[in-house]
């Protein structure tokens, strides 16, 4: 099956800095998303991206879709110690059955 | 009220044992999805559904069979349960070509 790889897997990083993770693929994506998943609970849907060289914002949130479509990244500005947490990037090659997901990067944000 | 509600939170059981997980929602999807999810792993499709009528298997079927007894509802069992189907597990929602809405989770351990 389709690959993602997430990088990195996991950042200490102090409250007030900026954040940045990414994921690349081995094959194209039409849709990119990136989900942030509390302790307890499930994935969220934080941003969709559905067009090559799209960059979307929400609220701290930045997430662009790469031009080549096989990545795309996710930054976060000004973490707050609600950020942590675990982030996950999923591309989207058919219907949404064929979302393939990343394996997550875990944001811990020291005070 | 969530809006995608799974049952149990958490549970533990032996080897052998027949175990179903519930998934019920309140958003009128016609799309439902069960997906496993392991430390270091992204998430995996089991199974999904896009209507009453509608059953297909995703990456890792084996060992699980559904049920879709209404639009709401979409359970998910493990026959004969065994140790490497602990794991958390996810029912989620969607609209046609759009991103899924996650539940909270059943943490399924077996001994």
């Known amino acids: 099956g389709q690959q993602l790889n997430q990088s990195p897997q996991s950042m200490f990083i102090q409250e007030g800095e900026d954040v940045s993770m990414n994921c690349t693929s081995s094959?194209?994506?039409?849709?990119w998303l990136w989900y942030k998943q509390d302790p307890g609970e499930g994935p969220v849907l934080l941003i969709a991206?559905?067009?090559?060289?799209e960059l979307t914002s929400n609220g701290r949130l930045t997430a662009q879709f790469g031009i080549t479509r096989k990545d795309s990244f996710l930054n976060i500005s000004a973490s707050i110690p609600s950020d942590v947490g675990i982030y996950f990037c999923a591309g989207r090659s058919g219907g949404y059955q064929k979302v393939t997901f990343g394996t997550g990067t875990k944001l811990q944000v020291i005070p | 009220d969530a809006d995608v509600t799974q049952t149990p939170r958490n549970r533990i059981t032996k080897t052998g044992k027949r175990i179903m997980l519930e998934c019920s929602q309140t958003?009128?999807?016609?799309?439902m999805y069960w997906y496993r999810q392991d430390p270091g792993l992204g998430l995996r499709l089991i199974y999904y559904?896009?209507?009453?009528?509608?059953?297909n298997k995703g990456e890792i079927s084996d060992g699980y069979s559904v049920s879709r007894q209404a639009q709401a509802k979409f359970s998910l069992s493990l026959e004969s349960a065994i140790p490497n189907q602990t794991a958390l597990y996810f029912c989620?929602?969607?609209?046609?070509?759009?991103?899924?809405?996650f539940g909270d989770g059943t943490r399924l351990s077996i001994l």
């Open positions: 989620a929602t969607s609209e046609p070509n759009q991103p899924q809405h």
């Open positions: 094959s194209i994506f039409n849709t």
């Open positions: 559904s896009f209507d009453v009528k509608d059953i």
């Open positions: 991206l559905y067009k090559a060289g």
């Open positions: 958003k009128g999807h016609d799309r």
